[in-house]
């Protein structure tokens, strides 16, 4: 995910990849890029594009989905900085309808349950803490790497000793106008198709 907030930040595009510790961070500028680096091992931590507003079109306000048309975008701006680094980024929606193929207790804690759950062009196991889950729903999937609307990043994770790939997402997590109402997860109807990204 990608944030431009022209009043809150200025006209600049925040491109986060990794994180670090604020001390473990170093930067260099390439004329309206500033690259960010972990200085243990030079790994690419993320971009800020200044003067965003001349290098991009069609910049909202808040999180955005890096799209293809961005993607070009930033290659050109890349290319007119002089800046060569390869620019691999994951393109792949990261909210999606994900359906509960089926579920089991949690063998260490009484309280979560283990879920497979197809996200269209495969199934994962998420462990999920949510009374009301059950088989049979379709819910909303935040999958590794998604940044949430409150700023977490999804990653793989173990939850009492079992593998969890990604996060069923309640209304309140997701930040919608009904996510003060209930507890659990978010089900949505069966109009929503399994694998369909889901706007966040």
Known sequence: MIFYNEKGVGDVLLIPLNETDRDN?????????VKITDKTDGSVLGYNIFNASRHF????NGQMRMDEEKLEELKKVFSDQNLNDNLDLDLEEKFVVGYV?????????????VCQVDVGDRQVQIVC??????AGQKVVVAKVGA???GGMKIKDAKLRG????GMICSSK???????????????LDDSYEVGAPFPV
């Open 129 to 134: 803490g949510a009374p009301n889950v059950d």
């Open 101 to 113: 193929a089926d579920i089991q207790p949690h063998e260490n804690a009484d309280k979560l349950s």
């Open 162 to 165: 079992t593998a969890s790939s």
């Open 147 to 149: 940044v949430m609307p």
């Open 25 to 33: 961070r170093t930067h260099e500028a390439f004329g309206d890029i």
């Open 173 to 187: 997590e997701l930040h919608l106008s009904d996510g003060s109402e209930g507890k659990g997860i978010l089900v």
């Open 57 to 60: 079109s069609d910049l909202g």
